[in-house]
């Protein structure tokens, strides 16, 4: 992870150890503009923050003269936005997948070359690309749906988890946090046909060998978890599914799934199964608040009441429009009990605020209406819930014993300027990020990484395994 910055950091008196021995502990103090506090409707003026080894230990509204020590933050401070949804590899077909007519069928062939082309340290550097490239964006943590996990010719590599390895170390080396959850992917359809083609990396044989795999994988750093998911209905039979939600169950990780998101799903789950996904799922106890359903798009009034007990949605709106995949039933989840995330997935767009806006405007496209979303409930979407989503209970809110996460975006850009602070997530773009902490360790400042070249890395990583 990123070194603390000594220019807005002090060293306070030793705290005890306890063996006795003194350690340094680490004190910073930051004075925000405008700063969105919990459960508040709008943000507070004038707040003073104050952090320790990586916690918030005082958040403090209405402080017009901040202590000399502290730095200035201009604009608006949020916590940390929480992407709950990444395909890293995605990435390299951002902008060379849109010319062609289709649907989400034909896109994942060219999906699937990407992935035919990856080894550990091509993984490695696109994802590190990917991941710098959230940070600017002021993402702080990231879910990576994870399924690449064996050589091209299916055979595992030497170290099994090498790849997930090389994600883990992607996302220290970017400066941020990461669930690595782990995917099960054993059969092309709902049917059971085997994988084959490029989608033999991605299986392991059966959930128990998965298991075996993916409990082998424990990252060190503190930066990174593991969780588990199961791709799809489609990806996992039917009698394998427990397995999979009870390895979650029995290390209290999350579980991530891919539900209905495109009707041809859904019809080839009620041919075979008679039920729906999320039916199948509920069957299996595979629902609840540890899962989180990643897109929701085609959902009957049932399960809608199935997820409604507590299961989390992470909607991808950005790739949900980019594959005329269809717009989800936000309103009507968030009003059944699910708490909503917002992920990225295929990174044809990496800004939590245009996920977030979306919320709201693809739901006003849907019911021809306005009005659908508190500008807080927005920002809850892009913090706090998307850690929770991802087993980072402690993050994505601005409140002592927090982990020291801080975003600031700009007020006076040129889509910002003249936007009351409440408005922000209506206005403001990924590119209006200034600054951003990890942790308490500054990761971005004035706009820029402060560890990677960005773009150079984003066009070295692309251009070895773009199609």
């Given at each position: ?7 807005t950091?002090a060293?306070?008196?030793?705290a005890?150890?306890g063996a006795g021995?003194p350690v340094?502990?680490h004190h910073?103090?930051?004075?925000a ?15 003073l923050?104050e952090i ?7 958040v403090?509204?209405g402080?017009?003269?901040?202590p000399?020590?502290?730095?200035r933050?201009?604009?608006l401070?949020l916590?940390?936005?929480?992407n ?6 995605h990435?390299a ?7 062609h007519r289709?649907?989400?069928w ?8 990407v992935?035919a082309?990856?080894d550990p340290?091509?993984?490695?550097a ?5 991941y ?5 964006a002021?993402?702080?943590?990231v ?8 050589a ?8 099994p988890n090498?790849?997930?390895?090389a994600?883990v ?16 992917y054993?059969?092309?359809t ?5 994988l084959?083609?490029?989608?033999v990396?991605?299986g392991?044989?059966d959930?128990?060998?998965?298991a075996?795999r993916?409990?082998a994988?424990r ?5 990174a ?10 990806a996992v ?19 991530h799934?891919h539900?209905?998101e495109?009707?041809a ?5 009620l041919?075979?199964?008679?039920r729906t ?6 069957e ?10 990643v ?10 009441l199935?997820?409604g ?15 005329a ?8 989840l968030?009003?059944a009990?699910?708490p909503i995330?917002?992920g990225?997935?295929s ?5 939590i605020?245009e ?6 405007l ?5 019911t ?9 409930e ?5 913090t706090?819930a998307?850690?929770?989503?991802l ?25 910002t ?6 408005g922000?997530?209506?206005a ?9 902490l990890v942790?308490g ?6 706009g ?9 890395e984003?066009?070295?990583a692309?251009a070895?395994?773009?199609p």
């Amino acid at each position: 992870m990123t070194a603390p910055d000594p220019a807005t950091a002090a060293t306070d008196a030793t705290a005890p150890t306890g063996a006795g021995r003194p350690v340094p502990r680490h004190h910073q103090r930051y004075h925000a503009e405008y700063a969105w506090l919990p459960d508040r409707p709008e943000p507070d003026a004038d707040v003073l923050v104050e952090i320790v080894d990586g916690r918030f230990t005082a958040v403090t509204p209405g402080v017009p003269v901040p202590p000399p020590d502290a730095r200035r933050l201009s604009g608006l401070t949020l916590p940390g936005l929480a992407n709950a949804h990444s395909h890293a590899f995605h990435r390299a077909l951002r902008g060379r997948s849109h010319g062609h007519r289709g649907d989400f069928w034909d896109w994942r062939q060219q999906m699937y070359a990407v992935a035919a082309r990856l080894d550990p340290e091509r993984y490695l550097a696109l994802a590190r690309a990917t991941y710098a490239e959230m940070a600017l964006a002021g993402i702080t943590c990231v879910g990576e749906f994870h399924y690449l996990h064996h050589a091209p010719d299916g055979s595992p590599y030497a170290d099994p988890n090498v790849m997930g390895a090389a994600l883990v170390e992607a996302a220290a080396q970017a400066g941020i946090r990461l669930t690595l959850l782990d995917t099960c992917y054993l059969t092309a359809t709902v049917d059971g046909k085997p994988l084959t083609g490029p989608q033999v990396r991605f299986g392991d044989g059966d959930a128990a060998r998965w298991a075996e795999r993916a409990a082998a994988l424990r990252p060190s750093g503190g930066h990174a978890r593991v969780g588990a998911a199961i791709h799809s209905v489609r990806a996992v039979p039917a009698e394998q599914l427990a397995e999979v939600a009870g390895w979650a169950a029995d290390r209290a990780a999350p579980l991530h799934v891919h539900l209905s998101e495109q009707p041809a799903e859904n019809e080839a789950c009620l041919a075979y199964h008679g039920r729906t996904p999320t039916g199948l799922l509920a069957e299996a106890g595979a629902l609840g608040p540890a899962t989180t359903a990643v897109h929701a798009t085609h959902l009957t009034d049932a399960d809608r009441l199935l997820l409604g007990g507590g299961t989390g949605v992470c909607l991808c709106p950005t790739t949900e429009r980019d594959l005329a995949d269809g717009i989800g039933p936000a309103r009507a989840l968030a009003d059944a009990g699910s708490p909503i995330s917002l992920g990225s997935d295929s990174h044809a767009v990496i800004d939590i605020f245009e996920e977030a806006r979306a919320m709201e405007l693809d739901e006003r496209l849907h019911t021809l209406a306005r009005g659908h979303f508190s500008a807080a409930e927005l920002v809850r979407a892009g913090t706090a819930a998307g850690h929770a989503a991802l087993g980072w209970p402690d993050a994505g809110r601005l409140a002592p014993g927090g982990r020291a996460d801080l975003v600031t975006v700009r007020l006076d850009s040129v889509r910002t300027a003249g936007v009351p602070p409440v408005g922000a997530f209506f206005a403001a773009g990924a590119t209006d990020v200034t600054d951003v902490l990890v942790d308490g360790r500054p990761v971005v400042r004035d706009g820029r990484h402060l560890r990677l070249d960005v773009p150079a890395e984003l066009v070295s990583a692309i251009a070895a395994v773009a199609p």
